[in-house]
Each structure stands twice: as structure tokens, then as C-alpha cells.
């Protein structure tokens, strides 16, 4: 499981926006930078579609007020099907990256993955909520729940940051 100081693993993935997919070094593109990734089974899936994405969405500016520099959705799906939830969904419009794992190399070397054969998941990704700067996690949030959002979602990522940095408690105790 994912330790606090551990280095993002160096995998490529998709970076999948609006009009192209860039195939990209994950460690790489989180060099130097604070970033909130926030795992998901997959894409199009409802708690993910009804309950993740709109919690991430809704908190999107409390964690660009706390120094996120950019907020990411990771998912183990393929390009296309990330490119029509982008669209289908609004996320391209609200400038919120989605990472495609197609292959779950990253989910795996973080022993993030799960297989589910009755439903058609194999290696998917945990549902959490991560916080890295210049590639190192420094807060790592799992759901403790199935269906619902009580850990991983947004908001849980601002109380942690609050928590951990008095500076930003006004933005968690202002929910």
C-alpha cells in the first residue's frame, strides 16, 4: 500500500484531454509540482460518474486556493472511453486532468489494484485520494466504503491538508 514520502513510480500513462492523448512519464509530469490524483475504479461507473467526480468538481477551488497546482483523475480505462466521459461529463470544461492507467501499471507497482471478474473489473484502482509534491505522496487517502464517498473524495483531501497545514484550516472549517 502507499507510504507517506514515497516517490511516485516512474510508468507511463495516457494523458487524455478534449482534442489528444499524450502518452506521459507520470513521475515526470509531477516533477516539481503539487498535485491532487484522485483514483478511480472507472470511468462511467456510478459511484465514480455520480458520486467522485462531483465531490472533486464541487471542492475543485478550495484546492487550487490550497496550492494544488493541478487536480487529476486517474482511472484504469483506455483512451477512448476516458475521452467520452471527459466530454460526457463536463470534466474537460472544468480543467481537471484524467490519467488513463490502461495497462494499471501505475495502480499496481502502488498496489493500488483490485479484480472484481463478475462484473468485468481486473486490475482496476482503488478509490482514493493522493497528494503529491515534486512526485512525492504527502497525503494518501483510501475509501473505507463501497458505494459511498466518505475518505477519498475532495473534501477529505482539504481536511487532511488543513489538518497538516494550519494555514489552510479557514478553507476546511468554511465547508
Known amino acids: 500500500m502507499v507510504k507517506i ?10 494523458w487524455v484531454t478534449e482534442s489528444k ?3 506521459i512519464n507520470l ?4 516533477a516539481g509540482r503539487k498535485v491532487a490524483i484522485f483514483g478511480m475504479p472507472g470511468a462511467f461507473t456510478d459511484t ?11 471542492n475543485k477551488n478550495d ?33 481537471v486532468a484524467i490519467i488513463g492507467d490502461s495497462a494499471s501499471e501505475f495502480t499496481k ?10 462484473i468485468g473489473f481486473y486490475e482496476r484502482s482503488m478509490r482514493y485520494a493522493m497528494l503529491t509534491e515534486d512526485g512525492i505522496v504527502k497525503h494518501f487517502l483510501i475509501e473505507k466504503t ?3 464517498i466518505t475518505t477519498s473524495g475532495a473534501d477529505a483531501l482539504i481536511e487532511a491538508i488543513s489538518k497538516s ?9 468554511s465547508q
Not at 5 to 14: A, T
Not at 27 to 30: D, G, P
Not at 109 to 118: E, G, I, K, Q, Y
Open 5 to 14: 514520502g514515497q516517490f511516485i513510480p516512474d510508468v507511463e500513462v495516457l
Open 21 to 23: 492523448v499524450d502518452t
Open 27 to 30: 513521475s515526470q509530469k509531477l
Open 48 to 58: 465514480c460518474s455520480e458520486l467522485h467526480l462531483p465531490n472533486i468538481l464541487v
Open 63 to 95: 484546492l487550487l486556493t490550497m496550492g494544488v497546482e493541478e487536480i487529476c483523475i486517474l482511472t484504469v480505462n483506455d483512451a477512448f472511453v476516458l475521452g467520452a466521459w471527459g466530454r460526457s461529463k463536463g470534466i474537460f470544461k472544468e480543467e
Open 109 to 118: 507497482s502502488m498496489c493500488l489494484n483490485f479484480t472484481v471478474p463478475a
Open 146 to 148: 463501497q458505494s459511498k
Open 165 to 173: 497545514s494550519p494555514e489552510y484550516s479557514g478553507i476546511y472549517n
